[in-house]
């Protein structure tokens, strides 16, 4: 069962992406569900991600800012976020640089996700960059590639 979530509720569920329990010399493995954070003012954007995401079996969190982006990273650490760059208040970069301060974050996998090209030098804010709307399998090969391997 995949859930979508918010800073105010965790979505737990069972997934094909996650680990089994069933592991080689009875070593005990991961079962719940890869987390993606997505942070996104613009609602569809959001919506189209948790149809993209959810339906190949991730667990989805989100955010419509920056700040609240840091509020959910409080209360759940995600296995990879996917931010956009022009939010109101806090830019993606800003999240980006401020996540990457942060001991318990610095390490997350980070895809930016904005309607513009790219033209900043990344700095080691993010791994991968992509432009709206970007074509959902490519996407979803980059946040693959940045992830542990499930199996």
Known sequence: MNRTSTASQ??????????????????????EPLTILVVDDEQDSRSFLRAGLTGVGFDFLEAASGEQALSVLDIRRPDLLIVDVMMPGMTGFELCARIRLRDDTRDLPIILYSAFPMRHSNAGLYQRAFVKPADLEELLHAVRSLLPDPA
């Open 10 to 31: 965790a979505g737990y569920g069972r997934s094909p992406l996650g680990l089994s329990e069933e592991a080689d010399a009875g070593e005990a493995r991961r079962t």
